[in-house]
């Protein structure tokens, strides 16, 4: 997950870039970067970098790493080497250090500052060779998310072997790593090149940022003894910057210190609420009717899950924890608990509006009590995303909560970087709420800073088999808006999605049909290049759910313009009949393209003529006795027609052998 700073400048969802040329202190125009897909199997998209993300790393605006000598040994390995990894947590600073890095190359004095790109790996090991090397180039590559298979042995001589070329051909890399994954024999092999990166100075980085914020007057206020625990912790950049905000949403005092309750309270939001949240978890029962510590540390979590939810939804979420837990709770043991009212204020819940909240005066309370579950709880991590899910799929939860507590949860775990979160979420919404699984993912896949981690999940998710609702999931997103505005991104995850799903499978065949509907052109390409470069067996799961929607027959028909694309769709249907055990799926499809071809709606000689070609063997003719029937129009009819050629040709090819024979 990239590093998530504080901008006022945020892009918009979606928004697309150009990329400039940033050196020190100056701004050069640059082209316009289009994303071009190669739609192989795996490849390496090459992104504009946000100008927000340039803005970070000027002269005005950057902060080092504590240790500057640390820095000075990546800028001596990159001219050293052509490449660097900086290994650092993310939300250290460390993606606006390498971009620094790269702004600052100089390759010589008159060759203008590198033309910097982020690179987007689709791939399910590292692939270094499928990096790209354009001369005036820098080129950023982060690996915190490792891909599906480990590493090879030797990623770190072929990212020697690319650095150098880089050297003399005018390209340069620097590569973003976990401390925690980068570990191994690759990592062993690159070690010439690898840099521990720490943050910078969080008070620094702290008033320089609120100065450019036009909020310099409060740097005093970073002073006070209510942050002196955080600037001792020095926290990384990402914390400090969202210190930051914390700091410029404080109401305005004109030019009076503040109140010191208001500084207290700003360090609070900061660290998590964690004395409030401390009090709402170790509230013992006082008296008779009170909820017990256990039942009011269940309201406490469903309140959060379900901030601004209605008071039974809340309710009902405990107590679904509760049940989890295995306590009782029958009408025996609901009726001789807590009353309600007394259950929502032991939790500090207030109601308004007939829904009911957190304190709201504690900004950012709700996501700060779920972050300290699963800080606090490590080992029940699992059983937590479980009972979340649930409350979202539970049918008498009205949609408008379940829809709560789904964005709650994809919040939860881009925040925490947790992929489990994301696949609890993928494998137990189903049905009806299916749908708001959908939505949560799409957008956070195409926000400009969480949505590279999302879309890798997706990604994973697609290229292994994955369970039946997680990859119906990735479907669903790929064939909505995903798909819409990035094609590209849905057609690769798609493919093997479609691969490890039933021959047919409707979700597949609607997704490829929306695509297909929105960005025909793009499908015809990938379709194309897929069949040149992958096995047959690869694709037939993809060509099948194409050919299963009117459109896609359509397109798949008109793809056929010369003898390799004629040889690519007669394999195709060849090979899915003789698979004995999708033939009854295979010869529906069959019997449409014929009602079709009938109707008009396919172009009747073309599919005639290519069918024929399908059912020439004799291992497969036999198959067309299913259309034959002896009324005097057979003959006439479309699949006499196929027939007729199909025996005509046999008849033809065998002649032609004897004769050559």
Known sequence: MPDLAIHEDVPALGQRYEQHNHGPGQSIQGVKVDVHNNWNDEYVRELAVPDADFAVCTDARYVPPRDIGRLREAERRLARYGVVVLTAPPGSGRRTTALRLLATT???????????????????????????KVSGHGYLLDLTELPTNEPSDRMGSRLRDYGSDGLRKGWRLVVLASPQSWRGRWAETAVDFTVSLPSPDARILAERELTLRGAGDRAAWLDDEAFAD???????????????????????????????????????????????????????????????????????????????????????????????????????????????????????????????????DKHGLPSAILNNLWREFPTQRALCSEWAVSVASDPDVPEEDARLVTRRLLELATFRHDGAILESLATGLDGARKQLATEALTEAALDPHIGVYVRQRLYAWSRKASSPRTLGLVIAVCGGELGRKEPGLALTRLRWATVHTLLGCVDAVRAFRALIVAHPDAVREATK???????????????????????????????????????????????????????????????????????????HGKLVDLLADVYEPDVLRSGLNRFYDESPGFLESFWGHVLGEAIQRRRRRRDGAQVYG
């Open 529 to 603: 290049t897929w069949f040149d470069k992958s096995a047959l067996d690869q694709i037939l799961p993809v060509f099948f759910a194409i050919a299963s929607s009117d459109e896609g027959a359509a397109l798949l028909l008109d793809g056929v313009k010369d003898e390799a694309g004629r040889d690519q769709f007669v394999r195709a249907w060849q090979q899915l009949l003789l698979n004995e055990d999708s033939r009854e799926t295979v010869d529906r499809q069959l019997t449409r393209w014929g009602r079709l071809a009938d109707e008009g709606r396919l172009p």
């Open 230 to 360: 955080i600037w001792a912790a020095n926290p990384p950049a990402q914390e400090a910057c969202r210190l930051v905000g914390i700091v410029a949403r404080m109401p305005h005092t004109y030019g009076q210190y503040p109140d010191r309750k208001l500084l207290a309270d700003a360090a609070d939001e900061f660290q998590g609420w964690h004395a409030h949240i401390d009090d709402l978890l170790n509230r013992k029962p006082q008296e008779q009717g009170q909820p017990s510590l256990l039942a009011n540390r269940a309201t406490v979590w469903a309140g959060a899950l379900l901030h601004g939810g209605e008071p039974g939804s809340v309710l009902r979420a405990a107590d679904a924890l509760l049940g989890r837990l295995a306590v009782p709770r029958g009408a025996k043991d609901v009726l001789s608990d807590a009353t309600s009212s007394r259950r929502l204020e032991a939790g500090r819940l207030t109601p308004k509006g007939g829904r009911v909240f957190h304190d709201e």
């Open 106 to 132: 100089v390759l010589e004095p008159s060759v203008p500052p590198l033309h910097l790109l982020d690179l987007e790996p689709e791939w399910s090991e590292v692939r270094v060779g499928q990096l790209p």
